[in-house]
């Protein structure tokens, strides 16, 4: 089984800055694009930055200029820098992983198993004076 973990939220000034981290434990094989959402009150979830296992980074415009989405493969995580925040970026942020192979074991030995559609529990962000 692999769990993905937010960590890094709380309560910040506006114009202040937060690291979020997203870490997946596990046996893990290698993860594919993960993707960091955002949940308001009252409101849809919306995918806010997202990357590939290539590296390619993708932003919603309301964060472009503001927001960095970064992995470190070595260590299972990715990470989203989010700068100038505002009080609009106040949200439950959730990390999403749309596949990880996993190393697992079966009756003839080693294989891969593939875990599809992966959610994080959710770091609050508040941004507030």
């Known amino acids: 089984q692999v769990q993905l973990v937010e960590s890094g939220g709380g309560l910040v000034q506006p114009g202040g800055s937060l690291r979020l981290s997203c870490a997946a434990s596990?046996?893990?094989?290698?993860?594919?694009?993960v993707g960091w959402y955002r949940q308001a009150p009252g409101k849809q979830r919306e995918l806010v930055a997202a990357?590939?296992?290539?590296?390619?980074?993708n932003y919603v415009d309301s964060v472009k200029g503001r927001f960095t989405i970064s992995r470190d493969n070595a260590k299972n995580t990715v990470y989203l820098q989010m700068n100038s925040l505002k009080p609009e970026d106040t949200a439950v942020y959730y990390c999403?992983?749309?596949?990880?192979?996993?190393?697992?074991?079966?009756?003839?030995?080693?294989?891969?198993?593939?875990?599809?559609?992966?959610w994080g529990q959710g770091t609050q962000v508040t941004v507030s004076s």
């Open positions: 999403n992983a749309d596949l990880i192979l996993l190393a697992t074991m079966s009756l003839v030995g080693p294989t891969t198993t593939a875990e599809y559609d992966v």
């Open positions: 596990g046996s893990i094989r290698s993860i594919y694009a």
């Open positions: 990357i590939t296992s290539g590296g390619t980074t």
